[in-house]
Structures are given as structure tokens and as C-alpha cells.
């Protein structure tokens, strides 16, 4: 398989991923129809640098660490399972507030790169994922890292192709959708979303290949 099939291949693979609803798309939509457009590109970006940084790993062969050890995976699966379920209670207990915190739109920016960027990194099954799927993609005379970069770089660009679709429908919709009892059972139902997904991530003792 040379490079130019290997790329497509891939698109057609995490074209699936990036569709699927998921973790992502609940964070990204919560905060542009509750926060705005600024602090919800900031968890797009955060989410897309976590990516490219598991592509990285992958690529090199860091985070296969992930797959030959359980005790390593198991630790960032707690981690990233207590990160969650704090973040969704968060969300159904505050009062009524704005995402950016008495900050502004620059530090709603800062503060959804970094919940996106934390949240993807402490995801065991993103890792796994990449160390299961990405090696099969890359070609014996290609350069690893390089490699592993590009096709993690297809990976993004995707995601924010559909990020700006995402958050084009909540600016959209944001005249309805901010009404205050709206944004109060949007921030609730995310909540609840959110604590899901960090439970289902630690009673999931398996990989997620």
C-alpha cells in the first residue's frame, strides 16, 4: 500500500469516527450554544491537539504502551473516568453561569482548549485506538513519525470539518437555545451525558479493540 492509499484509506475509516455522536460532539455542542463560538472552537482545537499528539505516540511507538499493559491503560482509564464524572457533576450542579467563567470570550477560549485537550488525553480507548488501527496504515519504507503525523492530520482536519458544521447549527439555533430555562436543561442533559460516558469508561474493564 503506498502513501496516497494509505491516506485514503484512513479518511474513509475515521470519517465513520468523526461522525459517530459521541464524547466530542457533546462537549462541542454544549459550550457554542451555551458559552459561544470562541470558547467552543477552543475545545475543538484542544481536542484535535490531543489527537495529533496520540497519533504521535502511536506512531513512534509510545502508547503501545497502552496495549501491552493493563495496569498502564486501567490507570488512565480511572484517570480520565474521574476527570469526567467531576466535569459532568460540575455541570449539573453550578447555577446559572457562562462557560467562560467572569473571563471572557479569551478565557472561555483557554478554558475549552484545555477541557478539550484533557478530556482526549485521558481517554484510554482514543490511545488504543491509534495503536491498533494506525500502524496497519503506514508503509514499511514510510518514516514512522511522519507518517503517523500526516495521517493524524487527515484525522483532524475532519474533526473540524464537522466541528464547524456542529457549531454552525448551535449558532443557528442559539436564538431559541439560550433562552435560560433552555441553557439550564441543555447544561443539565450534558451533565448527565458526560458522568455517562466517565462511568461507562470505569466499569469497562476491556480495550476498546
Same mark, same amino acid.
Given at each position: 500500500m503506498d502513501i496516497a492509499a494509505s491516506v485514503g484509506s484512513f479518511a !474513509?475509516?475515521?470519517a465513520l469516527l468523526?461522525?459517530?455522536?459521541?464524547? *466530542?460532539?457533546?462537549?462541542?455542542l454544549r459550550t457554542s450554544?451555551?458559552?459561544g463560538r470562541r470558547p467552543a472552537w477552543g475545545v475543538v482545537l484542544g481536542i484535535q491537539a490531543g489527537t495529533l499528539l496520540?497519533?504521535?505516540?502511536?506512531?513512534?511507538?509510545l502508547s503501545a504502551l497502552l496495549a501491552a499493559s493493563q495496569l498502564a491503560y486501567d490507570v488512565l482509564r480511572w484517570a480520565g473516568a474521574a476527570y469526567l464524572?467531576?466535569?459532568? !457533576?460540575?455541570?449539573?450542579?453550578?447555577?446559572?453561569?457562562?462557560?467562560? *467563567?467572569g473571563g471572557g470570550q479569551e478565557a472561555g477560549f483557554r478554558t475549552g482548549f484545555r477541557r478539550g485537550l484533557v478530556t482526549n488525553l485521558l481517554n484510554p480507548k482514543v490511545g488504543a485506538f491509534y495503536v491498533a488501527i494506525l500502524p496497519q496504515f503506514i508503509p514499511e519504507d514510510a518514516p514512522h513519525a511522519a507518517m503517523g503525523l500526516l495521517l493524524a492530520g487527515v484525522h483532524v482536519a475532519e474533526g473540524l470539518v464537522w466541528s464547524a458544521v456542529l457549531?454552525?447549527?448551535?449558532?443557528?439555533?442559539s436564538g431559541v437555545l439560550r433562552a435560560a430555562p433552555v441553557r439550564r436543561a441543555l447544561d443539565r442533559l450534558t451533565g448527565v451525558v458526560?458522568?455517562?460516558?466517565?462511568?461507562?469508561?470505569a466499569v469497562d474493564g476491556g480495550r476498546a479493540v
Open positions: !474513509a475509516v475515521v468523526t461522525l459517530t455522536p459521541g464524547l *466530542d460532539t457533546a462537549l462541542i450554544l451555551l458559552a496520540w497519533g504521535l505516540l502511536a506512531a513512534v511507538g464524572v467531576w466535569m459532568g !457533576a460540575r455541570m449539573l450542579l453550578a447555577k446559572e453561569r457562562h462557560d467562560g *467563567d457549531i454552525g447549527f448551535a449558532t443557528l439555533m458526560i458522568v455517562g460516558f466517565g462511568l461507562r469508561l
